[in-house]
């Protein structure tokens, strides 16, 4: 089976302080924190910028920063959103990848997302999308839902996106596909055979399905934006000690953690 790749998604849009003290938030906190997920086994960093006042915020100089700040620590694969905030327009929404990092996300449809609607038109992947092909940035394609997975095939048949394809299935959000095992078999089963994939479990679903993603030969995600506790009821210290315990479990179970050229080699990215 090929090595582990870890991406550690540090902050989210929606995560608060008050919710997780150890949220990392300024530039240089999110630089610090990829660094220290670097160390611990992660190979790939999922960054979502925040403002001065701990706001989510997509604009570029910040992205920008962040992504200069981690270079100087590290080799880490940078990973900026394009999903931001349910409330963030496409047009905001866009700016990292202006920075021509090596992936940013691309979220393959409209869900429900708690209270918030997750809007994806049709038009609007194709935009995203068409300006990721024309700056070389692979796309790591967010399905909420199966029929996300249905899109991106549909996609990838058009030639809007490149094969092989990597997929992130961010599964237990409330109001698009649980986070059971299942659910995780039938996204895989749905994906073409030389694709690549990683999971993000929602909350209690994150350590689950990152065993099972070790177990499957897919990749895993850990990290504050998908889950704040180490285990329940006990807050963890930081995203750090979330990526040290999947590293430690996969070479437990017998499976190598990927470095950052070791990933890249595995995505099909310039080492
Ligand atoms: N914050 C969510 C509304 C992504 O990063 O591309 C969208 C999200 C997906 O987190
Ligand atoms: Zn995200």
């Known amino acids: ?25 300024t530039p240089d906190e999110i630089a610090e924190a990829a660094y220290q997920c670097y160390l611990a086994g992660a190979s790939m960093v999922h960054v979502h910028a925040r403002d001065e006042k701990g706001n989510p915020t997509q604009d570029y100089a910040v992205y920008k920063e962040i992504k200069e700040k981690i270079e100087a620590k590290c080799n ?5 959103s394009t ?15 202006e ?4 992936m940013a996300t691309l979220s393959m449809g409209t869900c429900n997302f708690a209270d918030d609607v997750f809007m994806n038109t049709e038009e609007n992947i194709k935009i995203f999308a068409n300006r990721m092909n024309e700056l070389g940035v692979k796309p790591e394609l967010e399905c909420f839902e199966k029929g996300m997975v249905d899109t991106a095939l549909r996609f990838a048949k058009k030639g ?7 997929f992130d299935f961010v599964l237990g959000v409330p109001g698009a596909m649980g986070g059971e095992l299942r659910d995780l078999l039938y996204m895989v089963e749905s994906i073409p055979a030389d694709s ?11 350590l689950p399905l990152n065993i099972a993603a070790i177990m ?6 850990t990290g504050f934006e998908d889950n704040i506790y180490y285990k329940k009821g006990e807050i963890a210290t930081s995203n750090a000690q979330l990526v040290e315990r ?4 996969s070479r437990e179970m017998g499976r190598e953690v990927a470095t950052p050229d070791e990933a890249r080699a595995i995505l099909g990215l310039q080492v």
């Open 76 to 80: 880490i694969i940078f990973q900026p």
């Open 99 to 102: 920075l021509s990092p090596e």
């Open 246 to 249: 999947v590293a430690r479990l």
């Open 196 to 206: 690549t994939w990683t999971v993000a479990g929602v909350g209690r679903y994150q």
């Open 1 to 25: 089976m090929e090595k582990l790749i870890i991406t550690a998604c540090l902050t989210g849009a929606e995560v608060t302080r008050e919710q997780q003290p150890n949220l990392p938030l």
């Open 160 to 166: 809007l996106i490149k094969t092989p394809m990597h």
């Open 216 to 221: 499957l030969g897919g990749h895993a995600r």
């Open 83 to 97: 999903g931001g905030a349910t409330w963030h327009t496409p047009q905001q929404r866009m700016q990292p990848i």
